[in-house]
């Protein structure tokens, strides 16, 4: 039997508890602990916006684990409102101050495994203390939104940065009732994704009655008593009742920068295959961390909680005395936006021309379903693949349900690399309600092999 060790955990989100309870599960006799400084652990951060819009009841539905039922169920003492300060590696033990008390006390560690996830942007004078002035990444976020909205004369909301959260924002406060104004620095939603997708989110939005107003060069808040009155962009003035800033997500890694453990280019701890840091007893999992993406062969960052989970999995298993490597990953995300689903697998073009591949892609749409069924409508599909291997990279869809199948299949592609006629190949399932006679992704696959055999 393995011997008892002390192992912290600092941080309660995805990776936190999910590396806590895994720990205590290969190590029984260990005295694991986990320090979060917010309120909450194990909480539902992708849900945040259905609670916003109404469609989930209550906050209260997406905190999976409390404290004492962490305890109960998994063995691992948990404190809350708990600011780990800083890490005496030499040492090994870590400085926590009680938030509520500003009382600190030292805590000895065997491993440490740091999940101390990631931080919302901010903007230059959207000060934190305004009163208007909004993120919506925590539940703290997300209630203190609420909160706001209940309390005062709300009609107007400008939501700074289309991204995901920006989106599914958008979405939530429209069935509020609100009018909702959506502001990017570029000139159409989701920048990062293609072309074709953002013009179809764009023309989604706008039926939606989001006002859409891209290409802001310059953005600074109007204040009166510590209140945003109007936004000012660029030559225009825009009234406005609560602000929220959705411009993206950076790791949060100031613990590992007193501690001098190593960065990486996207400011993400570096770790090895088992998740260990430059320190042989300091473990790290989830939106802290870089990771190797399995296309590019690079460390790249991925803050999504499905990776976070996994990999918050395998550092509490090592951390317990476990030898556990990582997979590399393929990006494989999607978001909902009002009546349609986006989803993204691997590369886009964007990506991966940046990464230097030698890209080219096919795209169509077709009906999802057999024209004549009732629930038959359009989805969009593209796929990036490598111009000299013919290798596939990547994928985007828009449309129905559907979508999340069809990024599913292209990851498994991508992960035993496939080329691109592979998709013509594949003997898809067929029935009039459930999907069309020939698949998107067969069409796809058609398409790219009569442009290769031109070139």
Do not use: W
Request: aromatic fraction near 8%; charge should be positive.
């Amino acid at each position: 039997m393995i011997s008892g060790k002390r192992i912290i955990v600092v941080g309660g989100n995805a990776a936190g508890p999910a590396a806590a309870a895994k720990a205590k599960r290969v190590n029984p006799n260990a005295k694991v602990t986990l320090f979060e400084a917010a309120s909450f652990i194990s909480t539902g951060t992708c849900e945040i916006p259905y609670v916003l819009s109404g469609e989930i009841n209550s906050y209260e539905d997406i905190v999976y684990y409390s404290a004492g039922t962490f305890l109960n169920k998994k063995g691992v003492g948990v404190f809350i409102n708990h600011l780990v300060e800083s890490i005496d590696r030499r040492g090994k033990n870590i400085t926590v101050k009680d938030i509520q008390t500003d009382k600190k006390i030292i805590h000895p560690y065997d491993s440490l495994i740091l999940s101390t996830g990631s931080l919302a942007r901010r903007i230059p004078g959207f000060y934190k203390e305004l009163k208007n002035v909004f993120q919506l990444k925590t539940i703290d976020d997300l209630i203190e939104v609420q909160k706001y909205i209940e309390l005062n004369s709300v009609q107007t909301v400008t939501i700074i940065g289309s991204g995901y959260i920006g989106i599914e924002a958008s979405e939530a406060l429209d069935k509020k009732d609100l009018k909702v104004i959506l502001l990017e620095r570029e000139k159409l939603p989701l920048p990062k994704s293609e072309a074709e997708i953002s013009k179809k989110v764009l023309n989604e939005l706008e039926n939606n009655s989001v006002q859409f107003i891209g290409g802001i060069k310059n953005i600074e808040p109007f204040i009166k008593e510590d209140v945003v009155i109007f936004v000012k962009y660029d030559d225009e003035h825009l009234q406005t009742d609560l602000i929220l800033l959705t411009v993206g997500i950076s790791p949060n890694n100031t613990l590992a920068e007193k501690a001098k453990l190593e960065l990486g280019k996207f400011g993400g701890m570096k770790v090895d295959k088992k998740l260990r840091t430059a320190d042989r007893n300091i473990f790290a999992a989830g939106d802290n961390i870089e990771i190797l993406n399995a296309i590019t062969g690079k460390p790249d960052y991925l803050p999504f909680a499905t990776y976070a989970h996994a990999y918050g999995h395998i550092a509490g298993e090592n951390a317990a005395g476990g030898n556990v490597n990582v997979e590399p990953i393929i990006k494989n995300v999607s978001v909902k936006i009002f009546a349609n689903y986006f989803a993204s697998v691997g590369l886009s073009s964007i990506e991966a021309d940046i990464s230097r591949f030698k890209t080219d892609s096919v795209s169509a749409e077709v009906p999802n379903l057999v024209k004549v069924m009732p629930e038959s409508r359009n989805v969009f599909g593209k796929i990036i693949y490598d111009f000299e291997s013919n290798r596939i990279l990547g994928g985007s869809f828009f449309g129905g349900k559907e979508v999340s199948g069809y990024a599913d299949l292209i990851a498994s592609a991508i992960y035993s690399k496939q080329k691109i006629d592979f998709l013509e190949k594949v003997n898809y399932n067929y029935t009039s309600p459930l999907s069309p006679f020939i698949n998107l992704l067969s069409v796809l696959g058609r398409k790219a092999i009569r442009k290769i055999k031109r070139v």
